[in-house]
Every structure is written in structure tokens, then in C-alpha cells.
């Protein structure tokens, strides 16, 4: 067993810069996302990272299991560079044609592909002040230039702060990560038509909790890049795949960037697992909703105990109080067993981020955090 398994990935992301001779300007200068921790204490109660309570559609371990058949066999060869079965499967779920969709190792690397794409121009892209933290990391490693747009007082984004500026790309999540908040679709369009000559990419993690889809704009907007991940709608966040969809010249530069990286980003197993996963969205509707009624009951219980909390259109809520401080909180939920996400980040190191879990998750949640209030 390696220290990762005890040791939170905080440590190495605070402890002192480290530094080798042998690195390059470029390795030097990053400043790596640091994910969510993913300890292995028995009984840990864990709302940090925005996965599914619920387990992937039965269709997916058959599809696996088929796929691996007695002897595991077909891992002796590569898997289909082009993951087709997958794409078809995508295309045919929203509409579209499959050189319209292109698949990666989970989103991130999707949203990898696109900054070096299709966002690395003269002028600077612009994303919300608060948002998925990912991207100015994307930004640093492929040079990027970047200005971020102030979210509204209440955390909205306001589209008119995005239209008339002239820039090298928009990308923002919808729903807003950390946020929870909702863009609606009009308001998107208006993105879209105010920037032609930009791609504007939707980052949709989260979509399936009570948002609208940007995709059925696709086919009338060729500067709009929907990018989607299997990783927490379809509980699949082991799995890692994630997809982009677009018009077919947005594709084509994501796929000459995969094809100049690594022609195997989905093995055999995440190919046939994703297809199945895709192709039972009865199932994940279903347990969608009971996330969003779960939602729902925390979102009444944390108000109870004096929380404020934004209107959220995602599997967590982001919610502050007015008397107790976020980080000692954070901590004091740990020592309980229970992970939840603080950011020390300006304007938000007074949040939680929480993750609906289930139902029974929730109520212990909403339990212990009314005993440390006291
Ligand atoms: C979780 C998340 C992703 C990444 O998902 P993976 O497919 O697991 O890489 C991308 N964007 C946002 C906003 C997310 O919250």
C-alpha cells in the first residue's frame, strides 16, 4: 500500500515548492488542479466530489463482463482508436451524426483537447471569476491567455458581461461549478450569437439535475462545443469518459489533437461500459430525479439550521452561514466522518460545497451539522 492511500493530497499540494534541475520552464511554472480527496477510511461519509450515490445502470458491469467473456482475451488487443460504438451511440441519442461527436478520458481531458484546440488564439478567453477550477490550470499549461468575468452579487452569470467584448473563446459550466446556478438556454443563445467568430463552450457536468441542454443548438451554431462527462449523471466517475459535441470542424481539431497525443484514450472496457451506460437513460432518470428531490429536503434542512443557500441546478448545493466559519466547519464535519469541499478561494472561502448523497447521507449530514451548531 503506497502513502496515497493515507495521506490526503493536501499535503503535497501545500508542502514546500519542490524543484528539480531536469525540469522544464514549463513544469515549473504549472500550478496543478488539486481533485477532491478520496480517502479510504472505512464509514467515511463522502460529499466532496460531486459522485453518484447510486450505482451504474445493471447494463453496464454485463456489457463489461461480455466484453472480458472467460479468459479476458480481447485485452490483448488494442481497443477501436475511434471508439465508433460509442460515438454511434451518442449521436443517435441526441440526434446527431457521429462526426459531430468527439470522446475522451473523462471530460478533463475533453476540456484539455478543446483549450489547445480551439481557445489558444491572440486574444485572451474569458470564463466566470468563480468556476470550475480546472480551467486556468488548462490555461497555464497550453498558454493561455484568460480574463474572468465577475459572477453577479447573487453568483449568476450575466450573458450581456459576455457579448460586445471582443475575446478568444468563452467556456463556462451550465449549471456553474460551484455554484449550482442555471444559465438558461436563451440566455446562451444570445452568448453564441454576440461572439461568431468565438467557440463557446458549455460545460455541461451537470446537466442532467435539472438543466437544459445546450445540444439541440448544435445544429445551428457552429461555434458552440457542448462537452458532457459520464462521470456523475451515469455514476460512471471510475470509469472516466467524457464527450464533446459540436459541429463536425470543431471535432476535427479535437481529433487532431487526440490523434498527435494518444490514439487509445478509451480502452475496451470503458467503450463498451459507456455505450451501455448510454444506451439505458430510463435508469438514470430515474435516479437523476431522486436526486433532485434529495436536493430538495437538504436544501429545506440546511435553511433550518441557518444556512443560506444558492438555488442549484446540480447534484450539490453551496450553501454558507451566517455565524459559523466554512473551513472550521469543514473540518469539524472530517473529524466526523463526513467530506465535504471547502475552497479557499476569494469571494467563496465562506461556502460548502456539498454533495447529494443519499437520502440517509443527507439526514446523518444535516444531523451532525445541527449538533456542531450547537
Ligand atoms: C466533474 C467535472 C468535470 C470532469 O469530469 P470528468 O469527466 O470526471 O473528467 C468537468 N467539468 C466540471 C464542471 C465538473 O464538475
Not at 486556468?136 to 453577479?152: F, I, K, M, Q, S
Not at 434542512?301 to 447534484?315: D, I, R, W
Request: with cysteine; hydrophobic share 40%; aromatic share 10%.
Amino acid at each position: 500500500m503506497g502513502d496515497h492511500d493515507t495521506i490526503s493530497p493536501y499535503f503535497y499540494a501545500f508542502r514546500e515548492h519542490p524543484m528539480s534541475r531536469f525540469w522544464s520552464q514549463v513544469v515549473h511554472d504549472l500550478t496543478p488542479y488539486v481533485p477532491g480527496e478520496q480517502p479510504k477510511i472505512p464509514g467515511l461519509i463522502k460529499l466532496n466530489t460531486n459522485e453518484n450515490p447510486f450505482p451504474p445502470s445493471p447494463r453496464v458491469l454485463a456489457a463489461i463482463q461480455a466484453e472480458l467473456g472467460d479468459d479476458a482475451g480481447c485485452l490483448r488487443r488494442y481497443p477501436d482508436p475511434n471508439a465508433d460504438l460509442l460515438k454511434n451511440a451518442i449521436a443517435r441519442q441526441h440526434g446527431l451524426t457521429a462526426r459531430q461527436v468527439f470522446v475522451g478520458n473523462g471530460s478533463d481531458e475533453v476540456l484539455a483537447h478543446a483549450f489547445q484546440a480551439l481557445l489558444k488564439h491572440e486574444q485572451a478567453i474569458l470564463f466566470p471569476d468563480i468556476t470550475y477550477s480546472f480551467y486556468p490550470v488548462y490555461c497555464g499549461l497550453y498558454g493561455v491567455d484568460y480574463r474572468t468575468v465577475p459572477l453577479a452579487d447573487d453568483f449568476s452569470i450575466n450573458p450581456l458581461d459576455y457579448c460586445g467584448q471582443s475575446n478568444g473563446g468563452i467556456i463556462f459550466p451550465n449549471p456553474n461549478a460551484p455554484t449550482g446556478c442555471l444559465l438558461a438556454l436563451d440566455a446562451i443563445e444570445q452568448i453564441l450569437q454576440a461572439n461568431p467568430n468565438s467557440v463557446v463552450i458549455v460545460d455541461e457536468a451537470y446537466v442532467n439535475f435539472g438543466g437544459k441542454t445546450a445540444i439541440p443548438l448544435v445544429d445551428r451554431y457552429d461555434n458552440l462545443l457542448v462537452i458532457h462527462t459520464l462521470s456523475k449523471a451515469c455514476s460512471l466517475a471510475g470509469l472516466r469518459v467524457g464527450f464533446a459535441l459540436g459541429h463536425k470542424d470543431l471535432i476535427a481539431a479535437l481529433e487532431r489533437v487526440k490523434n498527435s497525443f494518444n490514439s487509445y484514450p478509451l480502452d475496451r472496457l470503458a467503450i463498451v461500459g459507456a455505450t451501455a451506460a448510454i444506451e439505458d437513460a430510463a435508469y438514470y432518470e430515474a435516479n437523476s430525479q431522486t436526486v433532485i428531490a434529495t436536493r430538495e429536503q437538504l436544501i429545506g434542512a440546511l435553511c433550518t439550521l441557518g444556512f443560506e443557500v444558492l438555488p442549484s441546478a446540480a447534484n450539490f448545493v453551496f450553501a454558507r452561514h451566517l455565524h459559523h466559519d466554512a473551513a472550521r466547519l469543514a473540518s469539524d464535519l472530517r473529524d466526523k466522518k463526513i467530506i465535504v469541499r471547502h475552497f479557499k478561494l476569494p469571494r467563496i472561502d465562506q461556502f460548502l460545497r456539498i454533495t447529494v448523497g443519499t437520502a440517509a447521507e443527507c439526514t446523518i449530514l444535516s444531523d451532525t451539522l445541527r449538533e456542531l451548531l450547537g
